[in-house]
């Protein structure tokens, strides 16, 4: 039966972005019927329309197949979904924590990525089989072989045995299936212990709460008990308790040790059921959590400012319900002169801001200005005292500082050779430091830097990309912070500060920067009736100067009868422009002149 | 409502299409002036209207030729004193010999005429495809004269692909020269819809800078000549502003028939689609909507050089305009571009160049 703890098999997928790993766990279902063949969608696992188009899983989910394995036994196989970027490597590893084994999976047309790297190394750390398995071996530019050698000398993986299969077919799928029984080990578990359950994934229902998925690691539980959060202390009655079928919940009496399922509990917010956190009862509450908890702190803020200011109640009603899924956003309100009320959000990493701001406009309909997004800085003042800023209008006087800090990333970039020079460059450029190459393959390079993550969280892989025609593939790691010269660069319209465009920048990058910047606005600021010096200044001292010179011309001289309508087209027109204005001091600017200064970049 | 008003009459013919113009107008062909012509009697005696200016304009009116002119006016109920305006071609009734009845025309009751010059530079002309220049506007206004009508209009054009202020000033002191009582000065405007649109790369013209100087030459060498700079594109000799076109910008009512002409009748704007066999055809003028609201009222007066005053608008609309209107315009006046007295908000000739903005910013503030 699949209820005995020897027919248990915990696992997960892990593989670099693309690689195939929502395709194969579809296959795995249809393969374990569990799921209709009429309900298979693409990619079931990926619940969000914004996963399904990116192609990137977000939020892990567990799912629980019956598979009738070759020996004649039915096995229950939990497979524990993760995300699969690196703003999100606390939820993968708290997955990982729940499982006894992973399937690596590898593209047979591209080989050994950053990610594939970077994920396996992680379930090594967590003590995990894994089990490699090669994909796409339909494609004509299929190389099994050489992929094959390529994990055995990179990872030391031994391959002899690795499926060779074609998720998007289906062929081998069995053999995969039979692996997973064969080479993951079952869980070690006692249920007599006191319960302890770790917390993998909370997601909230508007129907029951929030929805903890455990996997318990020792002892029981089941609905009636009181449950303890042990990090948190929080204390919940537990409604249900289940396990997750594809595309149904399946409520069961109870959870044992070795069971990966879901717990209900009408807890409020997935605050109260943080990743990592374990969970115990109490009435026979473990002595000790599970090692591992941390609580994860944003790394990257950003101001998110309604277009419309009548739209601030709607904004914060839609971040308040984004983050009833998700613990690790964070917001409260700011003021800005130039964008009015809106809030200062903190975010795991640059793809998390995106996937919230999208959010936002998507499901929520809202038009939004974001400023530009900063790292936290760590400020050594003159007093002694150490202060954190993660928001630019914060930066001290620079006259009270003695030195600043700025967090820094372990940088790993895996390329075709060739490009080892342009990504040198681009590294250089963003003042990485460099710490060594190792060489993959005869024709592919692991380039190793020391990069600060104000460089990298904003364009960096996106230009990495488009400089290696979308061969290389990045992975990052923060390490921690370093001293680092840097200053504050403010811009002035019309003598007042804007507010929303002041942003902090190392020292040597600042002149360049602020001219460009001064010639953008200068591009995309209107003519006013008066004219507009544009100013880029550090502390009292303006480094680059533009003007935008007052209006001259904006006028119907012309001949048009007693057509007065063409004329009140005109002033229509003129307010349908103004509506995309933001009125700062006495300047009106357009929000395609933030946007313009927000995304400049490096081809500016 | 009074039943004395403006009658405009759109007519909508051209001998040829000029390459920046994208009014409506078509070559006349068969006997569609005749039916034309008919299609506007039947409308005008239905009026039961009596006018006080009239004003037929184009295309090219002129086209018309005297006895349709004089026949339509025969059944127009025209007050003692009417303003009776015709827009003409220098080429046609400036020609060597032209086939037209001047005495008939002044019979017919027409006093006032507007000649398009647009420019006296002959390649200035040439560029905007219209040939007749000084020669003939010398001539057509001593026609006009011996029969009687004095008040003479010209058309003059800034911004003409290779103008320069000097040109511009050649064209000036013709039409002062010539003995022009009135002269509208238009900014040439690149259209969609006319050959001028697609090659308006290919065009040497004037840039912002420059245009806007010629602007500011216009009016200060104008009124140097003791014209007064009455509207953003009108000057005229004391006395002789354009008693129809003053109307529009008063807000008053008037009457427009013809294909593509608009109406302001009853409190509602109309026009004709843009099309003569619809109209020949009897068609009913479309609706704009209500017209005449205080934004609206704010919009055209500003266009004088009188401005809004504010006991005109509180006879019309019962309420001043407030402190906010007030602040704005103090604002703006500051940066030289309003003048504002305690009885009137009005644009200086640099705010008449960025009329759009300020009027727009002041009708916010209303």
């Known amino acids: 039966m699949a209820d005995k703890k020897e027919n248990i098999r915990n696992f997960c997928i892990i593989a670099h972005i693309d690689h195939g790993k929502s395709t194969l766990a579809d296959r795995l279902l249809e393969k374990t019927d569990s799921v209709a063949l009429r309900d298979m969608t693409e990619q079931l696992l990926d619940k969000m329309d914004l996963e399904r188009e990116r192609g990137i899983t977000i939020k892990a989910h567990a799912v629980r197949l019956d598979y009738k394995a070759a020996d004649g036994d039915t096995y229950a196989l939990n497979l524990i979904d993760t995300p699969g970027h690196v703003d999100f490597n606390y939820e993968v590893s708290r997955s990982l924590a729940a499982c006894e084994g992973a399937i690596l999976v590898v593209d047979a047309t591209q080989g050994v990525e950053a990610q594939t790297l970077a994920n396996t190394y992680l379930a090594l750390d967590h003590d995990l089989e894994i089990v490699p398995v090669i994909n796409k071996v339909d494609l004509p530019s299929a190389d099994p072989d050489r992929v094959a050698a390529e994990i055995e000398d ?69 609905p009636g008990d009181t449950l303890v959060m042990m990090a948190s202390g929080a204390s919940f009655t537990v409604v249900e308790t289940g396990y997750m079928r594809a595309t149904v919940p399946q409520p069961c009496e109870e959870l044992s040790a070795g069971q990966v399922g879901y717990i209900t509990a009408s807890i409020k917010t997935v605050g109260d059921a943080r990743v990592g956190d374990t969970v115990t009862t109490a009435a026979n509450p473990a002595k000790e959590p599970l090692p591992g908890y941390r609580k994860v702190n944003p790394m990257v803020y950003c101001g998110i400012y309604p277009a419309d200011g009548a739209d601030y109640e709607a904004l914060r009603d839609a971040l308040e319900k984004l983050q009833l899924n998700d613990a690790a956003l964070s917001f409260e309100p700011e003021t800005s002169g130039a964008l009015g009320f809106g809030f200062r959000c903190g975010f795991l990493g640059l793809l998390h801001l995106e996937i919230i701001q999208e959010r936002l406009e998507r499901e929520y309909d809202l038009d939004l200005v974001t400023t530009v997004p900063s790292v936290v800085y760590k400020i050594n003042l003159a007093g002694g005292e150490q202060i954190e800023i993660d928001n630019p209008t914060h930066y001290p006087d620079p006259a009270d500082i003695v030195s600043c800090e700025e967090p820094f990333t372990d940088a790993h970039i895996y390329s075709p050779s060739e490009y080892v020079g342009t990504i040198m460059d681009l590294c250089q450029d963003r003042r990485g430091v460099f710490k060594n190459m190792d060489y993959i393959t005869t024709d592919r390079v692991d380039i190793h830097y020391e990069l600060p993550l104000n460089e990298i969280i904003y364009d960096f892989f996106d230009t990495l990309k488009s400089r290696t025609r979308g061969y290389a593939s990045f992975d990052y790691e923060i390490t921690g912070y370093r001293q680092s010269k840097l200053v504050k660069l403010d811009v002035l319209l019309n003598g007042d500060i804007v507010d929303a465009l002041s942003f902090i920048i190392h020292s040597d990058k600042a002149y360049s920067k602020a001219r460009r910047i001064a010639e953008k606005l200068k591009d995309n600021i209107p003519r006013q009736m008066f004219e507009i010096p544009v100013q880029i200044a550090i502390g009292g001292k303006v480094i680059a100067r533009e003007t935008v010179k007052a209006m001259r011309k904006d006028v119907l001289a012309k001949c048009y009868g007693g057509d007065i309508t063409r004329k009140k087209k005109l002033l229509e027109k003129q307010k349908e422009g103004k509506k995309r204005m933001r009125k700062f001091g006495t300047v009106e600017v357009p929000q395609e002149a933030f946007m313009a200064v927000l995304k400049l970049d490096d081809n500016d | 409502m009074t039943d004395c008003r403006a009658l405009y009459i759109h007519v909508p013919f051209c001998r040829g299409k000029c390459r920046y113009c994208d009014f409506y107008s078509l070559t006349p062909h068969g006997d569609v002036v005749k039916r034309y012509v008919s299609a506007l009697i039947r409308r005008l005696e239905k009026t039961g209207m009596t006018f006080d200016t009239v004003y037929f304009g184009g295309g090219t009116p002129s086209l018309l030729g005297v006895e349709n002119i004089s026949e339509i006016l025969k059944n127009v109920d025209i007050l003692p004193g009417c303003e009776i305006t015709l827009e003409a071609n220098p080429s046609q009734i400036g020609s060597e010999e032209p086939d037209f009845d001047f005495d008939l025309l002044s019979k017919s009751g027409v006093n006032r005429v507007s000649i398009g010059l647009q420019s006296a530079v002959d390649s200035e002309r040439k560029m905007l495809g219209r040939s007749a220049g000084k020669e003939q506007v010398t001539k057509a206004i001593e026609r006009l004269r011996n029969a009687g009508i004095d008040n003479i209009s010209l058309d003059v054009m800034t911004g003409i692909p290779g103008q320069t202020p000097e040109t511009l000033k050649s064209t000036l002191d013709f039409c002062v020269q010539s003995g022009a009582k009135h002269i509208s000065v238009y900014m040439l405007k690149i259209e969609k819809n006319t050959p001028f649109f697609k090659m308006q790369n290919q065009l040497n013209l004037p840039d912002e800078d420059t245009v806007c100087d010629m602007y500011l030459q216009t009016s200060g060498f104008l009124t140097g000549a003791g014209f007064e700079h009455y509207e953003i594109s009108n000057f005229s000799l004391p006395g002789f502003e354009s008693r129809h076109n003053l109307k529009y910008w008063h807000c008053e009512e008037y009457l427009g028939l013809g294909p593509a002409a608009h109406s302001f009748a009853d409190g509602k704007r109309f026009h004709y689609e843009r099309d003569v066999e619809a109209f020949i055809g009897g068609c009913e003028p479309v609706c704009d909507g209500v017209g005449g609201d205080a934004g609206e009222y704010v919009m055209l007066a500003l266009r004088l050089k009188e401005g809004l005053e504010f006991t005109r608008f509180f006879e019309k609309f019962g309420f001043m305009p407030g402190d906010a209107f007030l602040k704005k315009a103090k604002e703006i006046e500051k940066y030289g571009f309003c003048v504002v007295s305690p009885d009137a908000v009005a644009l200086t000739v640099k705010g008449f160049l960025i009329s759009n903005t300020v009027i727009y910013e002041l009708i916010q503030a209303l």
């Open chain 1, 154 to 222: 990179v990872i030391g993986l031994d391959c002899s045995t690795a499926p060779r299969v074609s998720a998007k077919t289906g062929l081998n799928i069995e053999q995969v299936l039979e692996k997973i029984v064969t080479d993951i080990p079952s869980p070690v578990a006692d249920d007599s212990l006191p319960c302890r359950a770790l917390i993998f994934d909370s997601v909230y229902d508007s129907y029951k709460g929030v929805i903890v998925y455990v996997r318990v690691k020792e002892g029981k539980i089941k």
